[in-house]
T-cell receptor, first 113, second 114 residues
């Protein structure tokens, strides 16, 4: 049972480059989330999705985009990377509403230089 | 606005000693409360959650937490820690009228002394 799989695990981007962080879950969870984690800070919600074709902004959506064409996949797109986007990114999913326990991926550590 | 405070950035405990990690929240109604653990280089794992009912909840790995409404607290406890408990612990709060979004504490890093 793979759970939530994130790729890549590490990435270095130059300012202005773009990239897509991949997230796939095999648990048939309806809800999926993208968080960023900065040192000394709690997780901040970037975007979330309550099902295929439905996405919504979280607390810190600027500079990011998402799509949810299937139940399994929830990629996060960074356009025009900036140093402020240096962070560890976590994808998570839950079966029912957002107050169910989340299953997290192992994270993507992104550095923008 | 809702907020979650974990007052201790780091805590050092000897192996075999008891542990209490503090979590205080700010919210008007009864919140939904969670504790997650993050081992180095890993994603977060749910330890336990409180929605309603018995204010003392049991979780995985021998952890428990107690909801105290009068103190707006949800402290995590373990009677005897093991070296494998060294990790970072996060408290989170959610509520229906915040569109279910979780608000996270900044985390407490647990260091185990041999």
């Amino acid at each position: 049972n793979a759970g939530v799989t994130q790729t890549p695990k590490f990435r270095i981007l130059k300012i202005g480059q773009s990239m897509t962080l991949q997230c796939t879950q095999d648990m048939n969870h309806n809800y999926m989330y993208w968080y960023r984690q900065d040192p000394g800070m709690g997780l901040k919600l970037i975007y979330y999705s309550v099902g295929a074709g439905i996405t919504d902004k979280g607390e810190v959506p600027n500079g990011y985009n998402v799509s949810r064409s299937t139940t399994e996949d929830f990629p996060l797109r960074l356009e025009l990377a900036a140093p402020s986007q240096t962070s560890v990114y976590f994808c998570a999913s839950s079966y029912t509403d957002r107050l169910d326990g989340y299953t997290f991926g192992s994270g993507t550590r992104l550095t923008v230089v | 606005a809702q907020s979650v405070t974990q007052p201790d950035i780091h805590i050092t405990v000897s192996e075999g000693a008891s542990l209490e990690l503090r979590c205080n929240y700010s919210y008007g109604a009864t919140p939904y409360l969670f504790w997650y653990v993050q081992s180095p280089g890993q994603g977060l794992q749910l330890l336990l959650k409180y929605f309603s009912g018995d204010t003392l909840v049991q979780g995985i790995k021998g952890f428990e937490a107690e909801f105290k409404r009068s103190q707006s607290s949800f402290n995590l406890r373990k009677p005897s820690v093991h070296w494998s408990d060294a990790a970072e612990y996060f408290c989170a709060v959610g509520a229906m009228d915040s569109n279910y979004q979780l608000i996270w504490g900044a985390g407490t890093k647990l260091i185990i002394k041999p």
